[in-house]
């Protein structure tokens, strides 16, 4: 019998992955792609009935969830009356679980039309690798390639990647005035400062808008961009200014890399509105949670909308109706999705925050040059604090324009943490 999360742990990943299918009513119960701690919680927490919804089964119900669960005929005799049926079922769901494990898995376990599709999807040509060829040849083929994706594979958290702009920018691309895409370049090719930046994790300045990019490799075969050199690289480009560890997304660097996104993701938390910061606790083990610390991502292509999943938006645009700003109109008609303006984005604006202007920023650049145009009634001298999500720009500068507020931005977590499925039951830091 599988009674708690141990003996779903002792099964392989394909053994938990037939199981959740056999168990599964429908294919919105539970994804089958997830990892083996998630499938097993679902099995244990979701499919092992309290004594009330079981007395609720059919006795057939009953006798089929029994004999699913259980590892052999000794466990539980499916001849009993459906009382001692339930009873042994509820039996399971009181078992103590175990504390969460990171479990690897390999690519042998995974199946083989999976393993296909994966070498499908990474090799440049078809002389590269005959899909044809046995699993572990693929396999062996997937290891000498380095891919994060491949031998051995650590199903833990993931975090989307992430870019914030001032929503006047938003504006400008809806009206044409900018192009419509996450820019990197000028029209010559040109790299603008450093490039389209992404954050691996929410950050709570530089804008209101948030992007949030879809959890796939997107990324992975862009060129990058390396903001000590200012030089364009063939990789993508990862790291973080302050703990100067930048390097290219290729060869050795990609298992180093991946496993500092593994760290970065599972140590990823709600922040603190008590927390705060400089730039220097970046270099420490602890950084309290606070995510402009996580690793940045250079590149050096303008990149498209269609590899963004949903775009959070401010809530006081549309209910803020004191509030005078360029264009309202046609602003609250776009990101309530009612007028499709920007291909690829639309129906994916999600409000949130504050219904108040007054409530969503904690600080602004005091040499921000539109903020009268677009930020009208708020005053300068107000918003200067430094805090939770305001990083303290001494000693070490601040590039940011703004940051928004304890409310706003846990409003924003709790819609990026609930849409990113493996981060749903993160818990607030105190």
């Known amino acids: 019998m599988m009674s708690n999360y141990k003996d779903c742990h002792e099964k392989n990943y394909q053994e938990v992955r037939k199981l959740c299918k056999k168990v599964r009513k429908s294919t919105k119960d539970i994804n089958l792609r997830l990892d083996k701690k998630s499938l097993c919680d679902w099995l244990v927490k979701e499919k092992v009935p309290t004594s009330s919804s079981c007395n609720k089964k059919t006795y057939q119900e009953v006798r089929t969830l029994c004999k699913t669960l259980r590892k052999s005929t000794n466990d539980i005799n499916l001849n009993h009356d459906k009382k001692t049926l339930c009873n042994w079922l509820v039996k399971q769901s009181t078992q103590p679980s175990l504390p969460h494990q990171t479990e690897p898995i390999s690519c042998n376990e995974r199946p083989y039309k999976e393993v296909q599709r994966l070498c499908k999807k990474l090799r440049k040509n078809t002389k590269d690798i005959n899909l044809n060829s046995d699993k572990k040849t693929l396999c062996d083929w997937l290891f000498k390639n380095n891919h994060p994706e491949t031998a051995t594979i650590v199903n833990n958290q ?99 890399i991946d496993s500092r996104l593994l760290e970065e993701a599972n140590n990823y938390t709600y922040r603190s509105p008590n927390v705060s910061g400089d730039g220097t606790e970046c270099m420490t083990v602890d950084n309290n949670g606070l995510s402009w610390c996580n690793t940045q991502l250079h590149l050096s292509e303008n990149i498209d909308f269609k590899h963004v999943d949903f775009v959070l938006a401010p809530r006081w645009i549309v209910d803020d109706s004191n509030i005078n700003i360029p264009h309202r109109d046609l602003l609250i008609k776009v990101l309530t999705n009612k007028l499709p303006k920007l291909k690829d984005l639309n129906g994916k604006f999600v409000l949130y925050g504050p219904s108040s202007i007054h409530e969503h920023y904690q600080w602004f650049n005091p040499g921000y040059v539109h903020m009268e145009d677009y930020y009208p009634t708020l005053k300068r001298n107000l918003y200067k604090e430094y805090g939770s999500t305001a990083r303290d720009n001494n000693p070490l500068g601040n590039s940011s324009n703004m940051a928004v507020s304890t409310i706003a931005f846990t409003a924003a977590e709790k819609i990026y943490m609930t849409r990113t499925t493996n981060l749903a039951e993160k818990r607030l830091r105190t």
């Open 158 to 256: 993931t975090l989307r990647w992430t870019h914030n702009m001032p929503y006047e920018i938003l504006l400008g691309m809806i009206r044409k005035t900018y192009k419509r895409y996450i820019r990197c370049c000028d029209e010559s090719g040109a790299v603008l400062k450093r490039g389209a930046q992404f954050r691996y994790g929410l950050d709570s300045q530089y804008g209101d808008i948030m992007f949030v990019m879809n959890n796939t490799s997107w990324w992975q075969d862009k060129r990058g961009y390396d903001v000590r050199t200012n030089n364009i690289t063939k990789r993508p480009m990862l790291g973080h200014v302050f703990k100067d560890n930048f390097a290219t997304y290729d060869g050795e660097n990609i298992k180093t």
